[in-house]
């Protein structure tokens, strides 16, 4: 059950992020909703390597179930590879505002072509 | 990215509900636990002497995952880096009142404190090189906001944190190739001697607490340099 | 044990580290480091050449462990003629950048030696998730190389490719949890032994996916959005490792998935309506959007968007299996390595052209063929070759397509290639009737003269191109087991349980 709510709880925060990232025209606005999509594939991560009554993956005596330690490994590789692709993406949007002056996306695609 | 907020919310809605659907439908008929999983808990301890599976998984089991990951960094600090080239100017930020600062000066030693224990204990509980590395470039930002750029520019020079960067990813390779030179594989741990130590003691874990401070040198440094390359922008 | 299965990733990443530290002291020494990691990387892969040529394929447990915990590399003949354009492709962008003479800026080497290694590991991972690190390590390089130049466009030629490679990252990370939950395994291995087990749907929805996030990658036609600003805003050589290597790299993880790991082909024999579908529609639209650009790039980038639906015809007629499978995926390989040196000649030459016209507009080449003979001359030939016009390499793996996609599909994608190649031949015609036409020919100053060496370079690429449709046979032996293994559906299955670790 807790899993199934956790699923739900990601796909709403999906649904979020992809609002935002087609809805605003601001660069910063869109790196933002980009990373809040990027989080509901995290929590879509630890929702799957959830059992019930299992303990977090970090050896105790006595302690016979863990919960699946995978998930949580490549989650932090995706937050870790998120946060420096979203560094990029930051920097090329104070390139963009510094040439135009703007954020604004739209200045991005019309390039004085 | 040019579209109405009320077409964006019903694809968002579409998609969204078919995220939920994948997942929930997979979720059920997907079938048994992972047996991998089972393999990799219960062998953690004997192959690394890690308590911490995660940690062994990232560090030992996987370590080129974490290796590529290190590399992104390193390849967003290069791209950062050529993107604000020519603009190596130091910030303007001012830095806030001799309160503050005198504060932020004393509590420092305490917040250095932090990312190394996370570091340090990477292989017993959740932390790691990555999660201490930032923190310590949070301390950075932090000495930054309250000191102003100036003094830290002065104080922490950008290119040797560039260098600092550099050096520790060559300290991850140098790291990597003991195996090889012990005859075994790149990255191995335990198979090419390194000592499990007690588990659950600071001294375990063969390479894995040595991968993690060299990560927690590379992130910080790493992420360190992006702040102030970002910094930089502002002396324009 | 043999490490050179690690090195050809650990070369070019010990290169970019080593760079960094180098241009603090001079730019020379940063040269040194790269064309060391250029020769490096070439005698790497070529002894992993000599060593599949003997045992079929190669494993190496990185960390000592083995496939399912930890992650495996793995090379077959398929994986080393890709190994092979990338390592040729990095050498001929060291050479022609050093003889080409321009003051190279220190710090996009290092992005290109980290997208060398990020491609190395692309094709040598055995691993799902791996494969999807060295993914974005690759976009990461690739989008510092796409605005390099710290252009306004540049940077936002960049920032629409980070929007597409986000979402692409973010849709193949999909398909890795899903792979997951379904198989509980990331090794490619482990997955095409499990797969099985999966539902049919799962392994349906996962194609999917990994069609979208790597049709991205490769601009296929419906994600075709950021490539031509993005080769646009590159330097003429970035492109050219980019869409020379980048994009067969990319190419080969598709295959790699969706017909050995996921064996999509033998569980939804659909694939291959759609894999035709996609591969026809980015011909016709590829080819007519290069018809519609006015820049040289840009035209060249619209044109690989065509080619990639070439290889995909190839590889909807490889679904079918069988003899026609068998067939048709010479014909796919044929392409990916002509294609891989057709498209870099066109980037090389094309910059002697750009260089001389000082902007990459067509209407400004309009005489260039006149005053860069030899640049200009290697271009038309290269096109030639990539139009698909006898006795060139262009036309050798054309033809093959064309037959094999008429076994597999009747007439449809013959006529589709046929338009294409029409279509194709009137871009290039208009670059040639520009570039020989009279023009009014600007003062040379020193700057716009390509120099001798790197144009030398550029027509022996060229001559390349040509001759390689006649001197097919030699490199057939290597061909045709690249081909056998991408026609084999258990082509992974039968190499790890065959354990030669």
């Given at each position: 059950?807790?899993?199934?709510?956790?699923?739900?709880a990601?796909?709403?925060?999906?649904?979020?992020?992809?609002?935002?990232?087609?809805?605003?025209?601001?660069?910063?606005?869109i790196?933002?909703?980009?990373?809040?999509?990027?989080?509901?594939?995290?929590?879509?991560?630890?929702?799957?390597?959830?059992?019930?009554?299992?303990?977090?993956?970090i050896?105790v005596?006595g302690?016979?179930?863990?919960?699946?330690?995978?998930?949580?490994?490549?989650?932090?590789?995706?937050?870790?590879?998120?946060?420096?692709?979203?560094?990029?993406?930051?920097?090329?949007?104070?390139?963009?505002?510094?040439?135009?002056?703007?954020?604004?996306?739209?200045?991005?695609?019309?390039?004085?072509? | 990215?040019?579209?109405?907020?009320?077409?964006?919310?019903?694809?968002?809605?579409?998609?969204?509900?078919?995220?939920l659907?994948?997942?929930?439908?997979?979720?059920?008929?997907?079938?048994?636990?992972?047996?991998?999983?089972?393999?990799?808990?219960?062998?953690?301890?004997?192959?690394?002497?890690?308590?911490?599976?995660?940690?062994?998984?990232?560090?030992?089991?996987?370590?080129?995952?974490t290796?590529?990951?290190?590399?992104?960094?390193?390849?967003?600090?290069?791209?950062?880096?050529?993107?604000?080239?020519g603009?190596?100017?130091?910030?303007?930020?001012?830095?806030?009142?001799?309160?503050?600062r005198?504060?932020?000066?004393?509590?420092?030693?305490?917040?250095?404190?932090?990312?190394?224990?996370?570091?340090?204990?990477?292989?017993?509980?959740?932390?790691?090189?990555?999660?201490?590395?930032?923190?310590?470039?949070?301390?950075?930002?932090?000495?930054?906001?309250?000191?102003?750029?100036?003094?830290?520019?002065?104080?922490?020079?950008?290119?040797?944190?560039?260098?600092?960067?550099?050096?520790?990813?060559?300290?991850?390779?140098?790291?990597?190739?003991?195996?090889?030179?012990?005859g075994?594989?790149?990255?191995?741990?335990?198979?090419?001697?390194?000592?499990?130590?007690v588990?659950?003691?600071?001294?375990?874990?063969?390479?894995?607490?040595?991968?993690?401070?060299?990560?927690?040198?590379?992130?910080?440094?790493?992420l360190?340099?992006?702040?102030?390359?970002?910094?930089?922008?502002?002396?324009? | 044990?043999?490490?050179?299965?690690?090195?050809?990733?650990?070369?070019?990443?010990?290169?970019?580290?080593?760079?960094?530290?180098?241009?603090?002291?001079?730019?020379?020494?940063?040269?040194?480091?790269?064309?060391?990691?250029?020769?490096?990387?070439?005698?790497?892969?070529?002894?992993?050449?000599?060593?599949?040529?003997?045992?079929?394929?190669?494993?190496?447990?990185?960390?000592?462990?083995?496939a399912p915990?930890?992650?495996?590399?793995?090379?077959?003949?398929l994986?080393?003629?890709?190994?092979?354009?990338?390592?040729?492709?990095?050498?001929?962008?060291?050479?022609?950048?050093?003889?080409?003479?321009?003051?190279?800026?220190?710090?996009?080497?290092?992005?290109?030696?980290?997208?060398?290694?990020?491609?190395s590991?692309?094709?040598?991972?055995?691993?799902?998730?791996?494969?999807?690190?060295?993914?974005?390590?690759?976009?990461?390089?690739?989008?510092?190389?796409v605005a390099?130049?710290?252009?306004?466009?540049?940077?936002?030629?960049?920032?629409?490719?980070?929007?597409?490679?986000?979402?692409?990252?973010?849709?193949?990370m999909?398909?890795?949890?899903?792979?997951?939950?379904?198989?509980?395994?990331?090794?490619?291995?482990?997955?095409?032994?499990?797969?099985?087990?999966?539902?049919e749907?799962?392994?349906?929805v996962?194609?999917?996916?990994?069609?979208?996030?790597?049709?991205?990658?490769?601009?296929?036609?419906?994600?075709?959005?950021?490539?031509?600003?993005?080769?646009?805003?590159?330097?003429?050589?970035?492109a050219?490792?980019?869409?020379?290597?980048?994009?067969?790299?990319?190419?080969?993880?598709?295959?790699?998935?969706?017909?050995?790991?996921?064996?999509?082909?033998?569980?939804?024999?659909?694939?291959?309506?759609?894999?035709?579908?996609?591969?026809?529609?980015?011909?016709?639209?590829?080819?007519?959007?290069?018809?519609?650009?006015?820049?040289?790039?840009?035209?060249?980038?619209?044109?690989?968007?065509?080619?990639?639906?070439?290889?995909?015809?190839?590889?909807?007629?490889?679904?079918?299996?069988?003899?026609?499978?068998?067939?048709?995926?010479?014909?796919?390989?044929?392409?990916?390595?002509?294609?891989?040196?057709?498209?870099?000649?066109?980037?090389?030459?094309?910059?002697?052209?750009?260089?001389?016209?000082?902007?990459?507009?067509?209407?400004?080449?309009?005489?260039?063929?006149r005053?860069?003979?030899?640049?200009?001359?290697?271009?038309?030939?290269?096109?030639?070759?990539?139009?698909?016009?006898?006795?060139?390499?262009?036309?050798?793996?054309?033809?093959?397509?064309?037959?094999?996609?008429?076994?597999?599909?009747?007439?449809f994608?013959?006529?589709?290639?046929?338009?294409?190649?029409?279509?194709?031949?009137?871009?290039?015609?208009?670059?040639?009737?520009?570039?020989?036409?009279?023009?009014?020919?600007?003062?040379?100053?020193?700057?716009?003269?390509?120099?001798?060496?790197?144009?030398?370079?550029?027509?022996?690429?060229?001559?390349?191109?040509?001759?390689?449709?006649?001197?097919?046979?030699?490199?057939?032996?290597?061909?045709?087991?690249?081909?056998?293994?991408?026609?084999?559906?258990?082509?992974?299955?039968?190499?790890?349980?065959?354990?030669a670790a």
């Amino acid at each position: 059950m807790l899993q199934q709510a956790m699923y739900v709880a990601a796909a709403i925060v999906f649904g979020i992020g992809l609002y935002g990232v087609l809805s605003r025209r601001d660069m910063v606005k869109i790196c933002v909703s980009l990373s809040v999509m990027e989080s509901s594939l995290i929590m879509i991560l630890v929702a799957l390597a959830y059992r019930p009554d299992a303990a977090a993956p970090i050896i105790v005596d006595g302690v016979a179930t863990y919960v699946d330690p995978l998930p949580h490994a490549l989650a932090l590789t995706a937050i870790v590879i998120g946060a420096g692709v979203l560094s990029v993406a930051l920097a090329l949007t104070v390139i963009v505002h510094r040439a135009h002056g703007t954020s604004n996306i739209a200045v991005v695609f019309r390039r004085g072509r | 990215m040019k579209m109405g907020h009320a077409a964006a919310a019903i694809i968002a809605l579409a998609s969204s509900a078919a995220v939920l659907t994948l997942t929930l439908v997979f979720a059920v008929t997907g079938g048994e636990a992972p047996q991998l999983a089972g393999a990799m808990t219960s062998g953690s301890v004997a192959a690394s002497g890690s308590v911490n599976v995660v940690t062994t998984i990232l560090l030992d089991f996987r370590s080129l995952d974490t290796l590529g990951e290190a590399s992104v960094i390193f390849a967003s600090v290069a791209c950062v880096g050529v993107l604000f080239r020519g603009s190596r100017r130091i910030g303007t930020e001012p830095g806030l009142g001799v309160l503050v600062r005198r504060s932020v000066g004393y509590l420092s030693a305490l917040f250095l404190l932090f990312p190394l224990y996370i570091v340090a204990h990477g292989h017993l509980s959740p932390g790691g090189g990555f999660q201490g590395g930032v923190s310590l470039a949070v301390l950075l930002i932090l000495l930054t906001v309250a000191y102003g750029s100036r003094p830290m520019a002065t104080a922490v020079d950008p290119s040797r944190l560039h260098m600092t960067e550099s050096l520790s990813a060559l300290g991850f390779l140098m790291a990597g190739f003991v195996g090889v030179l012990q005859g075994t594989s790149f990255l191995a741990n335990a198979a090419a001697g390194f000592p499990r130590g007690v588990p659950g003691s600071l001294l375990s874990g063969g390479l894995i607490p040595v991968l993690n401070a060299i990560i927690g040198v590379k992130v910080a440094s790493g992420l360190g340099s992006i702040f102030f390359d970002f910094q930089s922008e502002r002396g324009e | 044990m043999t490490h050179i299965l690690i090195m050809v990733i650990i070369a070019p990443l010990a290169a970019a580290v080593a760079g960094s530290i180098a241009v603090y002291w001079s730019e020379r020494l940063l040269r040194c480091v790269v064309a060391a990691s250029a020769f490096a990387h070439a005698v790497f892969v070529t002894s992993i050449i000599v060593y599949v040529g003997d045992e079929g394929s190669m494993l190496y447990e990185v960390g000592a462990w083995v496939a399912p915990v930890g992650i495996m590399l793995y090379a077959d003949a398929l994986s080393v003629v890709i190994l092979l354009i990338l390592s040729a492709a990095h050498v001929v962008l060291v050479l022609h950048t050093f003889s080409a003479a321009r003051a190279s800026r220190g710090a996009t080497w290092i992005l290109v030696e980290l997208l060398v290694a990020a491609l190395s590991g692309i094709v040598v991972s055995g691993d799902l998730f791996n494969m999807f690190v060295f993914l974005e390590l690759a976009t990461v390089a690739s989008i510092g190389l796409v605005a390099h130049k710290r252009s306004a466009t540049g940077a936002g030629a960049g920032f629409v490719y980070l929007l597409f490679a986000l979402v692409s990252g973010l849709l193949f990370m999909i398909a890795v949890v899903l792979v997951y939950r379904a198989t509980g395994v990331l090794s490619l291995s482990g997955i095409a032994a499990e797969i099985d087990r999966a539902p049919e749907q799962a392994v349906r929805v996962v194609a999917g996916l990994l069609l979208g996030s790597l049709g991205i990658k490769f601009g296929l036609v419906p994600f075709h959005f950021w490539q031509a600003p993005a080769y646009e805003a590159a330097g003429s050589s970035a492109a050219a490792l980019m869409s020379g290597a980048g994009m067969k790299v990319y190419l080969y993880v598709l295959i790699r998935l969706i017909f050995h790991a996921l064996r999509v082909p033998v569980i939804v024999p659909r694939i291959g309506v759609v894999l035709l579908a996609l591969g026809a529609t980015s011909i016709l639209f590829g080819h007519l959007l290069a018809l519609a650009q006015r820049d040289l790039k840009r035209l060249l980038a619209f044109s690989s968007v065509a080619h990639v639906g070439y290889i995909f015809l190839a590889l909807a007629a490889v679904s079918r299996g069988g003899s026609i499978g068998a067939a048709a995926a010479y014909g796919a390989i044929l392409h990916i390595c002509f294609h891989a040196l057709m498209k870099s000649t066109l980037f090389y030459s094309g910059r002697s052209m750009i260089v001389r016209a000082r902007a990459s507009a067509t209407e400004r080449m309009r005489g260039v063929g006149r005053a860069e003979p030899l640049g200009f001359a290697a271009f038309m030939l290269a096109a030639v070759a990539l139009v698909g016009i006898p006795p060139t390499s262009g036309f050798y793996s054309k033809w093959r397509i064309a037959l094999d996609s008429f076994a597999g599909y009747g007439a449809f994608p013959v006529v589709v290639i046929a338009a294409g190649t029409v279509i194709s031949m009137l871009y290039y015609a208009r670059v040639l009737h520009l570039g020989l036409a009279e023009g009014e020919r600007p003062p040379v100053t020193g700057a716009e003269r390509t120099p001798t060496a790197a144009l030398a370079l550029v027509a022996l690429l060229s001559l390349g191109t040509f001759s390689m449709g006649v001197a097919g046979p030699a490199i057939e032996a290597m061909l045709t087991g690249a081909a056998a293994v991408l026609a084999d559906p258990e082509a992974i299955l039968a190499v790890t349980t065959g354990g030669a670790a």
